[in-house]
Protein backbone atom coordinates (compact mmCIF):
# COMPACT_ATOMS: atom_id res chain seq x y z
CA UNK A 1 0.00 0.00 0.00
CA UNK A 2 1.31 3.29 -1.02
CA UNK A 3 -0.12 6.65 -0.22
CA UNK A 4 1.56 10.29 -1.37
CA UNK A 5 0.24 13.30 0.18
CA UNK A 6 1.25 16.90 -1.39
CA UNK A 7 -0.54 20.07 -1.23
CA UNK A 8 0.99 21.42 1.59
CA UNK A 9 2.74 24.65 2.35
CA UNK A 10 3.01 28.12 4.17
CA UNK A 11 -0.26 30.08 4.16
CA UNK A 12 -1.83 33.23 6.09
CA UNK A 13 -4.86 33.07 8.61
CA UNK A 14 -8.20 32.86 6.73
CA UNK A 15 -6.19 30.97 3.25
CA UNK A 16 -7.53 28.45 1.32
CA UNK A 17 -5.45 25.15 0.85
CA UNK A 18 -5.91 21.96 -1.06
CA UNK A 19 -4.63 19.06 -0.02
CA UNK A 20 -4.15 15.71 -2.51
CA UNK A 21 -3.01 12.42 -1.65
CA UNK A 22 -2.53 9.44 -4.85
CA UNK A 23 -2.88 5.68 -3.87
CA UNK A 24 -3.78 2.36 -5.51
CA UNK A 25 -5.51 2.09 -2.48
CA UNK A 26 -8.60 4.48 -3.99
CA UNK A 27 -9.46 1.91 -6.95
CA UNK A 28 -7.43 -1.38 -6.83
CA UNK A 29 -9.07 -2.55 -3.73
CA UNK A 30 -11.66 0.40 -2.67
CA UNK A 31 -11.41 1.40 0.53
CA UNK A 32 -12.95 4.14 3.07
CA UNK A 33 -10.29 6.45 3.11
CA UNK A 34 -9.38 9.66 5.80
CA UNK A 35 -6.75 12.27 6.40
CA UNK A 36 -5.20 12.62 9.69
CA UNK A 37 -2.79 15.50 11.40
CA UNK A 38 -0.06 15.46 14.13
CA UNK A 39 1.02 19.00 15.56
CA UNK A 40 4.40 19.61 16.79
CA UNK A 41 4.19 17.82 20.66
CA UNK A 42 0.63 16.60 20.14
CA UNK A 43 -0.97 13.56 18.94
CA UNK A 44 -1.48 12.24 15.83
CA UNK A 45 -5.93 12.91 14.98
CA UNK A 46 -8.46 12.26 12.50
CA UNK A 47 -9.14 15.27 10.65
CA UNK A 48 -12.10 13.62 8.30
CA UNK A 49 -12.99 10.27 6.99
CA UNK A 50 -14.88 9.32 3.50
CA UNK A 51 -16.39 6.35 2.40
CA UNK A 52 -15.55 4.74 -1.39
CA UNK A 53 -18.71 6.35 -2.42
CA UNK A 54 -17.62 9.91 -1.52
CA UNK A 55 -19.64 10.25 1.75
CA UNK A 56 -18.19 11.33 4.34
CA UNK A 57 -17.99 9.00 7.46
CA UNK A 58 -16.53 11.81 10.32
CA UNK A 59 -15.65 15.35 10.34
CA UNK A 60 -13.70 16.96 13.58
CA UNK A 61 -15.54 19.12 15.39
CA UNK A 62 -12.62 21.64 15.26
CA UNK A 63 -13.12 21.39 11.24
CA UNK A 64 -16.48 20.82 10.82
CA UNK A 65 -17.95 24.05 7.87
CA UNK A 66 -14.17 24.71 7.13
CA UNK A 67 -13.10 21.50 5.64
CA UNK A 68 -14.26 19.26 2.91
CA UNK A 69 -12.75 15.90 1.99
CA UNK A 70 -13.77 14.01 -1.26
CA UNK A 71 -12.43 11.87 -3.81
CA UNK A 72 -12.07 11.17 -7.50
CA UNK A 73 -11.67 7.41 -7.91
CA UNK A 74 -10.53 7.85 -11.72
CA UNK A 75 -7.71 9.59 -10.86
CA UNK A 76 -6.85 7.50 -7.75
CA UNK A 77 -6.91 10.79 -5.56
CA UNK A 78 -8.30 12.23 -2.00
CA UNK A 79 -8.58 15.86 -1.44
CA UNK A 80 -9.00 17.85 1.25
CA UNK A 81 -10.41 21.24 0.47
CA UNK A 82 -9.17 23.27 3.47
CA UNK A 83 -10.66 26.65 4.04
CA UNK A 84 -10.20 29.68 6.56
CA UNK A 85 -7.58 27.80 8.00
CA UNK A 86 -6.57 28.98 11.51
CA UNK A 87 -2.85 28.55 13.09
CA UNK A 88 -4.18 25.81 15.12
CA UNK A 89 -4.46 23.79 12.02
CA UNK A 90 -0.38 24.13 11.45
CA UNK A 91 0.56 20.40 11.49
CA UNK A 92 1.33 17.30 9.11
CA UNK A 93 -1.01 15.81 7.05
CA UNK A 94 -1.31 12.59 6.10
CA UNK A 95 -4.02 10.48 4.01
CA UNK A 96 -4.54 6.60 4.86
CA UNK A 97 -6.64 3.43 3.86
CA UNK A 98 -8.57 2.86 6.42
CA UNK A 99 -8.84 -0.71 7.83
CA UNK A 100 -12.32 -1.14 8.93
CA UNK A 101 -15.37 0.81 8.95
CA UNK A 102 -17.47 2.61 11.85
CA UNK A 103 -20.26 4.64 11.95
CA UNK A 104 -19.68 8.41 11.78
CA UNK A 105 -16.18 8.07 12.74
CA UNK A 106 -12.91 7.19 11.82
CA UNK A 107 -11.14 4.28 13.10
CA UNK A 108 -8.46 4.39 16.06
CA UNK A 109 -5.11 5.35 14.92
CA UNK A 110 -2.95 3.09 16.11
CA UNK A 111 -4.94 0.57 14.10
CA UNK A 112 -3.75 1.95 11.12
CA UNK A 113 -0.41 0.90 9.69
CA UNK A 114 0.38 2.24 6.08
CA UNK A 115 0.93 6.07 6.58
CA UNK A 116 2.85 8.10 3.75
CA UNK A 117 5.01 10.83 4.22
CA UNK A 118 2.65 13.55 5.30
CA UNK A 119 2.63 16.90 4.11
CA UNK A 120 3.12 19.95 6.06
CA UNK A 121 0.77 23.01 6.46
CA UNK A 122 2.07 25.92 8.39
CA UNK A 123 -0.56 28.67 8.69
CA UNK A 124 0.89 32.30 9.91
CA UNK A 125 -1.44 34.95 11.79
Known amino acids: IQVMESGGGLVQTGDPLTLSCTSS????????MGWFRQAPGKEREAVSC????????YSADSVRGRFTISRDNTKNTLYLQMSRVQPEDTAMYYC???????????????????WGQGTQVTVSS
Open 25 to 32: ELTDYPSN
Open 96 to 114: AALPYYIRRNCPAISDITH
Open 50 to 57: INYGGETI
